[in-house]
């Protein structure tokens, strides 16, 4: 099983913590040259120390806020220009405050769109054009489990997660060949992002963030959350030549909590 990404080049999104740069890591670990993106430049700056020292040959931060999207096409060419084409794309950021639907407000919606669905579609424009050379491009987008069955006071996201899913199963039938995207979906896993969005809903309910936890422990399987570095390795199989014919799936990595077939 062909698993290297030796003399490929990656660009991760939302790298500075959680799913990111677990998978940032994990590509480094393959071979792969990685460019780290993300709004902290303190944090890129010291994670690229990391990725050389876990086998990276390269490594690059590019400190940059993926909702400054006017900036993002001009940004990204110029970093392509000076450090050469991107084979790899991981989208992947950071979700959408948790509430009701019926609360949430135009903006919001307008707001996560713009990071989880047009973001990614201007990266997809930039970096397409260097693996059709490449005959190699994989994209992975980093969504949720909520793309099949919608997660109760995540209203926003839901409602943007469902169309990142329909976005990336579309663009699986207009890439050239070698040129895969896929989805993967994480279940609760240990991030920042999931302990904010326990004390968020734990206030809302009046409630507390352990009990939260074990209310949704309750329906995963395997009875634990899951580890960023757990997610990251699908990501970078999905990445590697072994995962040449995997194209256009939503994948969960979820314990089993689904119950969708």
Not at 14 to 32: E, F, N, P
Not at 87 to 96: K, S, V
Not at 121 to 150: C, D, F, K, W
């Amino acid at each position: 099983m062909d698993l290297s990404l030796a003399g490929k080049h990656a660009l991760v999104c939302g790298a500075s913590g959680g799913i990111g740069k677990s998978t940032a890591l994990a590509l480094a670990a393959a071979g792969a040259e990685v460019t780290v993106l993300a709004r902290s430049a303190s944090k890129l700056e010291a994670l690229t120390a990391e990725l050389t020292a876990a086998g990276a040959p390269k490594a690059h931060a590019l400190a940059l806020d993926l909702d400054e999207r006017d900036a993002l096409p001009g940004r990204v060419g110029a970093h392509l220009e000076a450090h050469g084409p991107c084979q790899i794309l991981i989208n992947n950021a950071g979700g959408p405050p948790g509430g009701p639907l019926l609360q949430a407000t135009p903006d919001q919606f307008l707001s996560a769109f713009g990071r989880h669905v047009l973001a990614p579609h201007l990266l997809v424009q930039a970096l397409l054009p260097g693996m059709q050379a490449a005959g190699y491009g994989r994209i992975v987008n980093v969504v949720s489990t909520s793309v099949r069955e919608p997660i109760p006071g995540l209203g926003v996201s839901n409602t943007t997660r469902g169309a990142v899913a329909s976005w990336s199963k579309t663009l699986s039938r207009e890439l050239p060949p070698g040129v895969t995207i896929n989805c993967v979906l994480p279940g609760f896993t240990d991030t920042e992002r999931l302990t904010s969005l326990a004390a968020g809903k734990a206030e809302r309910g009046g409630t507390t963030p352990d009990a939260i936890f074990a209310a949704w422990l309750a329906g995963v399987p395997e009875g634990r959350l899951a580890k960023p570095e757990e997610t990251a390795g699908v990501i970078a199989f999905l990445c590697s030549p072994a995962g040449a014919f995997v194209r256009g799936v939503c994948l969960a990595v979820d314990g089993g909590r689904l119950n969708s077939i």
